[in-house]
């Protein structure tokens, strides 16, 4: 990648190197300065935007953008900007652990952050700066833009948190109030135990600081962080795929395909809705900051790069612990078949090798941390009960054969026309075996497809890390970067390929729209994950016998295919696109104020499990029972007993059950139960009362 020699030349001399210093100085104080105006202005519309993008680039973006120049900056401002998000969720793990061997509190964290940043800022500003070329920057500069229009319509979705938002929104809020004594400040029971998925609750911790920031409540932070964050996503996608492709047209195209996989095909803004969500943040930033970095060190990047790669590992493993492992699994197909596509080329393989281990050192280190709390799960060694509530859990996504099981190619095709496509594309990386982005579309394919199909492969994935996490390693098909790759090949037709895209995606669109029911009714189609599994086989072959590859289309030709292909898919998704629908058994504001001012922090609040659910996530409370799919099936926390006991209060009214649990208060829902209790009311209203039991 060609860099112009002036800015070379000039960045080399002193005046270079102190008006660059000068200039990330500047950028560096922008954030906080944009935050301290936003926090003058109105909490809701323009102002709320404001709050939050500054925030958010405080904690997310600037301790690590510090610690990455300190470092030595990658080339590709995507890769450092990958490797800034590492760093500072690395910086925020320490602080959370800091902080809690202090007993402190969320404001001990942002002090410790802010000391970690100003730490940094020295050896950083003394650093000799590194040029990038003009042509990322503009690609990156359209990718951004194009984010910030499709997280307008993020935020205009969201105007509710509903699901697994609770769940979350539950140890944001404790963490943005309560001092942090220990890990178990967080739970919903106070007699609970830990989740093995949050244990280290750090992107909490990171949401917790972004509301504190913004001086908003930890709701409204949660409910529109997914669009602040939907443009970032983005720009990590290009990132990853650029370093993969070595071009930004084949960032632009990964890109348009990851928008058009985990968004458009989705009917409306998809996964993006879900940004705030641990799961969707390993998937949507984490995976492609971390995938970025080492296809950078595989091309020739920095040694020390092996230092960001094994901070996102670890990041990703604090914010959701299997993604770690299921990351490393294409990536070991990738250096496998690296190694046997381009012998000559020994030296990539023991780079790919050094940033395998990065990956799998950090997140193996939290895995043995983690082993006694997973211990603890039903869900972990499973007997012959559990296996069979599990698979009667997934029936359709699951087939069971001769005793074993496997994944259903239809649940793999599952996600719509951009799934179908890259299943279809794979084969085709034949053609151009010799390249890197070749191996790891190849390699990954074809590691993960015969994981997942092979019943005796997935029957010992799935007692390693349970049947719910193991039909996930599917989410990790190299989907993005094979549809990348196929309109790099098809852009060598230029416009005609630009057309066959383009009614490919609208063919694909009309007859394989995705189903994303959560039990599946129909799913995709098979064939094309068995093509995709034997094309990938067949191609390896054939890449190691003919070693000879075709030319691309180039960069411009190959986002253009991209674009178009995607572009039916986004249209289909566009107009189903609606708000929230409004959640009904939402507490009333009334009920909320009283569970803040006359209930204490740290109580335990009574109630039925699904006005439990939500008292847990809008006060920092603790409650005494939730639904069980939405709580840890641990020992400690008995979901399906205190469900029991929920449903028994709620039928016989005997004090001696919330007694039991310890709680001060009772919460009734005067709409579903005509349960009435001779104790002082604290508050009512037409929907709930609030009884006080101690």
Known sequence: MAVLSAPVRLYRTGLGRIGSSALFLGLIASAPAVLALGRLLPAHGPGLVVRLSAATACVLLLPGGIFVRALGRPAAFGVALAASLAWSMAALAGALAITLALDGSIGTMLWLLGGFSVVALVPALLRAPVPSEQSERLALAGVASVGAVFAGAVWWTANTIHGDGLFHLARVRKLETLDLSSLNV??????????????????????????????????????????????LALVLAYAAGAALFRSWGGGIATAA?????????????????????????????????????????AAGGRRRGVLSIGAASLALALVHPTYAFFVAVPLIGFLVARAALATRRWHEAVGLAAALAAVLLPAGLYALWLKPIVAKTASHAPDAVERARSIAHYAGQIDVIGGSLRLAPETISRGGAIVVAGLLAVPFAALVAPRRWAAYVLGGSFTILALVLLPWAFDHLADAVSLSQARRLVAFLPIPFAVAGGASLLGRLRLAGCLVAFGLGGALQLVYPGEFSYFLVVGGPAWPVWLALAGSAAALVAGMVVRRGIRDGGPVWTAAVALALTAPVAAAGIAYLQQDEPDSYRLTPGLVRALRTDVRPRDVVFSDLATSYRIAGYAPVYVAAAPPAHVADTKENRPYQRRLDAIKFFRTGNLAIPRRYGAEWIVVARRRFELKLKLPRAYEDSRFVLYRLA
């Open 186 to 231: 967080v739970d919903e029971f106070r007699d609970g135990g830990l989740h093995p998925g949050y244990a280290f609750p750090v992107w909490h911790a990171g949401v917790a600081l972004v509301a504190r920031l913004a001086n908003v409540d930890s709701a409204t932070a949660f409910e529109h962080l997914p669009a602040i964050l939907t443009p």
């Open 257 to 297: 395909a990851q928008a058009g996989l985990l968004g458009f095909s989705r009917a409306g803004t998809g996964s993006f809705d879900f940004l705030a969500l641990p799961p969707t943040v390993a998937r949507a930033l984490l995976a492609p900051a971390l995938l970025a970095l080492v296809f950078s060190l």
